[in-house]
């Protein structure tokens, strides 16, 4: 492997499975479903449901799961496979973007003497938790406070798991389905399946089940790469919650740059050392 070479498409322009499902324009019935399902309604036309998610390209490395305007409800959704207590905060930087979008497309005069109407800000966490972990919780922005603030932000972090969902499954089909496909995923890698061959097992199993079948069919590949990406990302957040050795965090960086999560020189930024050592390390893994 040459020394600064990238080995790995830049993750910017990859999508989750859960944005591909519920944030795209070819599959809004599905965005429709899951609104309906949270919030009680009855909505039937997907044209009522405009998407409004950020784009990492446009606003500079800030990117949402989904966020959608429905009537007078702008309603941001993230999704989380580990529990993020900061989720309001990443709330309140989301939401200022999103209006500041909102105020512009519509020509709001922000400065002048009328009151602007804004939509509601509805902020949903999907987390796929655990049997023992509550099915729902609030999070607020104000627990973060060292003093009083009068700024708040509140994240409802719903465990879609699926002992712990409700009927929030039973109302919402391809969330059932997003559900089914995730859990089987952890069940086979719990059995020793190698992440793709997990990945692709619980894809075929959903489809014999009638669980995403045309979705999957159809998209199978991409999924496979979706999920791979999803789990490249969640191993780097792990490593660097870690406090361990510098000499376990240079091999476990190591290995990331050979399985192509990171390039050489990222990886040398990250412990501290040359792009030589990190390469020798490398070359030790091969």
Same mark, same amino acid.
């Given at each position: 492997?040459?020394?600064?070479?990238?080995?790995?498409?830049?993750?910017?322009?990859?999508?989750?499975?859960?944005?591909?499902?519920?944030?795209?324009?070819? %599959?809004?019935?599905?965005? $429709?479903?899951?609104?309906?399902?949270?919030?009680?309604?009855?909505?039937?036309?997907?044209?009522?449901?405009?998407?409004?998610?950020?784009?990492?390209?446009?606003?500079?490395?800030?990117?949402?799961?989904?966020?959608?305007?429905?009537?007078?409800?702008?309603?941001?959704?993230?999704?989380?496979?580990?529990?993020?207590?900061?989720?309001?905060?990443?709330?309140?930087?989301?939401? +200022?973007?999103?209006?500041?979008?909102?105020?512009?497309?519509?020509?709001?005069?922000?400065?002048?003497?009328?009151?602007?109407?804004?939509?509601?800000?509805?902020?949903?966490?999907?987390?796929?938790?655990?049997?023992?972990?509550? +099915?729902?919780?609030?999070?607020?922005?104000?627990?973060?406070?060292?003093?009083?603030?009068?700024?708040?932000?509140?994240?409802?972090?719903?465990?879609?798991?699926?002992?712990?969902?409700?009927?929030?499954?039973?109302?919402?089909?391809?969330?059932?389905?997003?559900?089914?496909?995730?859990?089987?995923?952890?069940?086979?890698?719990?059995?020793?399946?190698?992440?793709?061959?997990?990945?692709?097992?619980?894809?075929?199993?959903?489809?014999?089940?009638?669980?995403? +079948?045309?979705?999957?069919?159809? %998209?199978?590949?991409?999924?496979?790469?979706?999920?791979?990406?999803?789990?490249?990302?969640?191993?780097?957040?792990? $490593?660097?919650?870690?406090?361990?050795?510098?000499?376990?965090?240079?091999?476990?960086?190591?290995?990331?740059?050979?399985?192509?999560?990171?390039?050489?020189?990222?990886?040398?930024? %990250? +412990?501290?050392?040359?792009?030589?050592?990190?390469?020798?390390?490398?070359?030790?893994?091969?």
């Amino acid at each position: 492997m040459a020394t600064g070479a990238k080995v790995k498409t830049n993750r910017k322009y990859k999508d989750t499975v859960f944005r591909d499902l519920f944030g795209s324009e070819e %599959r809004k019935e599905n965005a $429709l479903s899951l609104y309906n399902a949270l919030n009680g309604t009855h909505y039937d036309n997907p044209d009522e449901l405009e998407l409004t998610t950020l784009d990492d390209v446009l606003y500079m490395g800030l990117r949402n799961d989904v966020s959608l305007l429905v009537g007078d409800d702008l309603s941001l959704w993230e999704h989380q496979s580990t529990r993020n207590p900061n989720m309001p905060l990443r709330g309140l930087k989301y939401f +200022a973007r999103l209006y500041a979008a909102h105020v512009e497309k519509n020509r709001l005069n922000e400065y002048g003497t009328r009151l602007l109407p804004l939509p509601t800000p509805r902020f949903v966490v999907f987390y796929v938790g655990g049997k023992g972990e509550p +099915a729902a919780e609030a999070l607020r922005l104000s627990d973060a406070y060292e003093g009083e603030g009068a700024i708040e932000v509140t994240a409802t972090v719903i465990n879609v798991c699926s002992s712990q969902s409700g009927g929030l499954l039973s109302e919402c089909e391809p969330l059932a389905g997003y559900v089914r496909l995730v859990e089987l995923v952890r069940a086979n890698r719990s059995r020793g399946l190698p992440f793709d061959e997990a990945i692709g097992s619980a894809i075929q199993q959903c489809i014999d089940e009638g669980m995403l +079948a045309d979705y999957l069919a159809w %998209r199978r590949s991409n999924v496979i790469d979706m999920f791979m990406d999803e789990y490249d990302e969640e191993k780097i957040g792990a $490593l660097f919650r870690e406090d361990g050795r510098q000499e376990g965090r240079e091999q476990a960086l190591a290995e990331l740059v050979r399985d192509g999560v990171l390039d050489v020189k990222d990886a040398a930024t %990250r +412990a501290g050392i040359s792009e030589e050592e990190i390469a020798k390390l490398v070359a030790e893994l091969a």
